[in-house]
């Protein structure tokens, strides 16, 4: 009996790997496939097109990813919505009764992919440079479970490494700074780090950690190579989608920089801002926060 109920499971059990050519069934192995496809293009148009002109790094990358992302998402999930940071009209809130904006399907239906194609731009047309990634993320609603990211893949192709909610790291184990009562380190950005999150930082007495693109600064809370990621005064939901579910998946608090959920699919894709840590962190992060709030 229990060797026909494994025997069976083998052969009508979700395809895990893809066969033939074909990307797997399960959406968070999908996610992790399609976000390493565009990886390996990104190496490659780093290599074919050089440093010399980083805008045109810059465009190329942006264009080549989104691109593969585009059509395989077409060619394998034909019936799913898509929020890309490169399509047209991504940035635009939709407003009701607004006559020149059309309603966009993704805003009807119950399964959207959100994705960030080149996630740290910069950092990618920088020779040398690993912190960039590819973000990959399914947001679902249905009757049976609130709205919600279901699944989602963060690519760093220049570092070997993709993170995702179908193998979710375990949760990281209390770094020994944080145990010995050494300083948190606050993951923040290297070029434009938010001006409250030094006067944060100074107050809680954590050390800024800087690095490219939001979904390595959050990989870095992931493998315990940073306590926290916060930021605040301006993203939008690709920047935060797939990193996001994979820390939802691995244990990690993420919410926003006052402490209401981060919520996806909206009408207006801005999502200025947001906090990622450890769950033991979060209480006392939060209420540094609120005394930090930017204001609007
Ligand atoms: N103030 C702001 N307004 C809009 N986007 C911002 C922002 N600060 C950071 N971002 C976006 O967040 C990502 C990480 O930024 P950073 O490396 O500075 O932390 C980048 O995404 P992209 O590279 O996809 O554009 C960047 O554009
Ligand atoms: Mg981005």
């Known amino acids: 009996m229990g060797e026909q109920t494994k025997t069976s499971a083998r052969i009508a059990g979700p395809r895990e790997a893809g066969e033939g050519g074909a990307p797997p ?63 047209e009209h991504s940035r635009t809130a939709w407003i009701e009764g607004e006559p020149t904006l059309t309603r966009p399907n993704r805003l009807d239906a119950n399964r959207v992919w959100i994705v960030d194609p080149l996630d740290g731009t910069r950092e990618f047309s920088e020779e040398g440079r690993d912190d960039w990634a590819v973000h990959v993320a399914l947001w679902t609603a249905d009757s049976s479970a609130p709205a919600r990211l279901t699944a989602g893949a963060v690519a760093m192709p220049a570092r070997h490494c993709t993170l995702a909610t179908d193998h979710a790291p375990a949760y990281p184990p209390m770094p020994l700074e944080a145990a010995t009562g050494g300083a948190i380190r606050i993951a923040a950005s290297r070029t434009r780090p938010p001006a409250f999150v030094t006067a ?40 935060s989608a797939a990193p996001v579910a994979v820390a939802l998946a691995t244990g990690l608090h993420a919410s926003r920089i006052d402490g209401t959920p981060l919520t996806y699919n909206q009408a207006d894709p801005k999502l200025p801002d947001l906090v990622v840590c450890r769950k033991d962190l979060a209480p006392r992060l939060l209420a540094a926060l609120q005394r930090h709030l930017p204001s609007e």
Do not use: C
């Open 200 to 239: 944060l930082a100074e107050e809680i007495g954590a050390e800024l950690v800087p690095m490219g693109s939001a979904g390595v600064k959050i990989a870095a809370v992931i493998n315990g190579d940073a306590d926290a990621y916060v930021h605040a005064g301006g993203q939008y939901e690709w920047d």
């Open 25 to 87: 069934v399960n959406d968070s192995a999908f996610a992790r496939w399609l976000a390493d496809r565009a990886g390996q293009v990104l190496l490659q148009v780093r290599q074919d097109t050089g440093y010399s002109d980083g805008k045109a790094l810059k465009t190329a990358g942006d264009q080549a990813a989104h691109e593969l992302l585009r059509a395989e998402l077409a060619r394998w999930r034909p019936a799913d919505a898509v929020l890309s940071e490169e399509d």
